[in-house]
């Protein structure tokens, strides 16, 4: 479903991702470690589409399409989903009124009925529950005030809702306590299936012991140096990125 | 090319000439001295140059340069009127219509200036200053209707809607309508005022607000200024509040070729209070400017002015704003911030507070923004699936929320909430959030 060919992208005309490759089949999870610096964010951004990443080599096709030739908001009505590393807070933008026009963007786009504001608060309380969610965070403006960890089980309310195909998850583990974590794992989780992949962002093990990758790489120097399954994570964990660094 | 004396100050002092025997109220000589100093100051300024302090960032040129033509008797076939089940008083090309305002059964007056015109000696001109403004000068020498309301003291007045109507005209009207609200002690008045027009015509509105209110008394003054977008919009509101009273001031400055939205408040009682809140939404070929002045002429008063203002395309937007405390006005509280966002590299914005102190135990402060969209914001936005459109709209409430939010009442928030969203659908954009 993503399949991404030596990838050139730079930031402000220096050479950050240089020559990377990776396929992502449906229902597969991966997760990308790599020490700072490597171009871990570099790559969601790119794939997500922000601005200021200018690709300068390479390709990636998402579900048979050019991803590199669409708008973030057309990425995102396709099924991409970028869970920020650091999300931002929205002053005057209520956060129920943001989820329900983002949910009725995807389903326009997918061709399916909008939903009025009585359906979406039920759909929306029903997700929160499993979030373990204070209803009033519907009605405060999104991300204003959020703890840290309040900002995550936001992201994750997102993605829950908009039921992406690709989960980008940019360090979502960043700065979480242990019951964050489980929570951010168990929206992971619940997704599984055969037409949920995601590719899961991290500098550290501890959130691969809750979400059980298929596959792990290792990106250096923007390249991915080393590929293996789960236990190279826990490799990794023990010996530090330097071994994997040198050898490659 | 244009006859000489056809346009300008001088084709508007012609006409005062032309006219003065049949205005209203040329046979009472209060009104005729009052017509005569007006115009007495009018011809001492004419319409004011940009070298005049007030008028530096406001160029009246195409209003000197336009030749108007005599005010409408109605053609008004097209006009549909709102539905609304509050009272109303309606204007049309400047002329109040009994026929399509609903005014039965209020605990208050309501009435047209031309029809109780001789009633107002003392009260009509109390307020406005012609000597110091040109506009309400041009107003005080042609002015030829207008609404009266008077609410006794201790009454709740509730909603009263003011809608000016302009017609389509090839005659480029101007019309200069005097507005005297009055509200003695205690009472209480939500006043919402909406002026609008053809897209394509050209007129001049120039309305002039005098506004008392007592002791104790609360106007809510709400303003939706949606003119076609070839008209000019010259408006000067002058209010004087007393001990305890309360004025709140807020406007949508959102139609015109040319806005202009001046507003004179003095609070002349212990603890009066003043609010001025508004919102300036100006897209391309637009020129919308808020002026406003605050004279805190008594001790203990506080006032609070949010004004924000989004421009589009090539367009221009102004605000001044002048805080005066007089040395007797101990303990003021005054605070003042306009922010702008500019949404094209071709909108320009001209901000300029000013506060005069002369107490020594006061509070009083200002701020200015200037910026554009967040680029994060709007990529946060867009990687939910919103489009980018409506992304920016998005943040474009956003960025007014504060200024509507700090409006206490809940009509003129509404009113207000429609004439943006309407807004925004003439630019062409889908609209913004949905509520859930």
């Known amino acids: 479903m993503l399949k991404i060919e030596n990838l050139h992208a730079t930031v402000d005309g220096k050479p950050i991702l240089k020559g990377l490759s990776l396929s992502i089949a449906p229902g597969e999870i991966h997760a990308i470690m790599g020490p700072n610096g490597s171009g871990k964010s570099t790559l969601s951004y790119v794939l997500a589409g922000r601005e200021g990443y200018e690709v300068t080599e390479g390709s990636v096709t998402f579900m048979g399409q050019d991803l590199l030739a669409m708008e973030p908001e057309e990425r995102a009505v396709a099924g991409v989903f970028l869970a920020f590393q650091a999300p931002v ?96 794992a168990d929206t992971v989780n619940s997704l599984r299936g055969p037409d949920f992949s995601a590719l899961v962002i991290t500098h550290y093990q501890r959130l691969l012991n809750h979400i059980v990758p298929d596959h792990v790489h290792v990106l250096s120097a923007g390249r991915i140096i080393r590929s293996g399954g789960p236990e190279l994570a826990q490799e990794l964990e023990a010996t530090g990125y330097a071994a994997s660094v040198a050898a490659a | 090319m244009t006859a000489v004396g056809t346009t300008g100050a001088g084709a508007f002092l012609a006409r005062h000439e032309g006219l003065r025997a049949r205005l209203p109220g040329a046979h009472l000589p209060w009104v005729t001295a009052l017509r005569e100093a007006s115009a007495e100051a009018f011809r001492a300024q004419g319409f004011p140059t940009r070298r005049v302090e007030a008028w530096k960032y406001t160029d009246l040129a195409a209003v000197n340069g336009t030749v108007f033509g005599e005010p409408l008797t109605g053609v008004d076939d097209a006009l549909t009127l709102p539905a609304t089940t509050n009272p109303r008083a309606v204007f049309v090309d400047g002329r109040f219509r009994a026929d399509l305002s609903t005014l039965e059964g209020l605990a208050y007056t309501v009435e047209s200036l031309a029809a109780v015109l ?197 367009s221009r937007g102004v605000f001044q704003g002048k805080i005066l405390v007089r040395k007797i006005a101990q303990k003021t509280d005054g605070y003042q911030m306009n922010q702008a966002l500019l949404l094209s590299p071709e909108a320009e914005i001209d901000s300029k507070p000013q506060l005069e102190i002369y107490a020594d135990d006061v509070k009083c402060s200002h701020g200015a923004t200037v910026g554009e969209l967040d680029a994060d914001n709007l990529f946060f936005l867009r990687s939910r699936g919103i489009p980018l459109d409506q992304a920016k709209a998005i943040l474009v409430e956003a960025f007014l929320t504060e200024a509507v939010e700090a409006v206490a009442d809940e009509d003129i928030r509404n009113a207000l909430s429609t004439a943006v969203t309407g807004w925004w659908q003439r630019q062409g954009v889908a609209g913004g959030i949905e509520v859930a």
């Open chain 1, 89 to 184: 807070e929205l002053p005057g933008v209520g956060n129920a009124n943001f989820l329900r026009t983002a949910l009725n963007a995807v389903r326009r786009a997918k061709g399916e009925a909008e939903v009025d504001a009585i359906q979406f608060l039920k759909l929306a309380r029903a997700r929160m529950k499993v979030l373990n969610m204070p209803d009033d965070m519907l009605k405060r403006p999104v991300n204003v005030g959020f703890s840290g960890g309040e900002k995550k089980r936001n992201e994750m309310l997102q993605m829950a809702m908009l039921s992406p195909k690709l989960a980008l998850l940019d360090e979502t583990d960043s700065g979480l306590d242990i019951d964050a974590l489980k929570m951010v």
């Open chain 2, 118 to 314: 001789p009633t107002l000696e003392g009260r009509l001109g109390a307020v406005a200053r012609p000597a110091e403004q040109a506009l309400a000068a041009l107003n005080g020498m042609l002015f030829e209707d207008g609404l009266v309301v008077t609410v006794p003291a201790g009454v709740a007045g509730g909603v009263l809607e003011l809608l000016s109507f302009a017609t389509v005209s090839e005659r480029a009207p101007a019309y200069h309508p005097r507005h005297l609200v009055q509200l003695e002690d205690g009472a209480s008045l939500t006043l919402i005022e909406t002026a609008s027009g053809p897209a394509a015509a050209r007129y001049l509105h120039n309305p002039v607000f005098e506004i008392e209110v007592a002791a104790k008394a609360r106007l809510n003054h709400g303003r939706l200024q949606q003119e076609g977008l070839d008209a000019f919009f010259l408006s000067t509101v002058y209010a004087r509040v007393a001990e305890g009273g309360a004025y709140d001031n807020f406007t949508l400055n959102a139609g015109g070729r040319l806005a202009r939205n001046e507003i004179h408040v003095a609070l002349q009682g212990p603890k009066a209070e003043c609010h001025m809140n508004g919102v300036q939404l100006v897209a391309d070929g637009q020129h919308a400017d808020t002026t406003t002045a605050l004279d805190h002429a008594a001790p203990d008063c506080a006032s609070r002015q949010t004004y924000k203002t989004v421009l589009a395309g090539r």
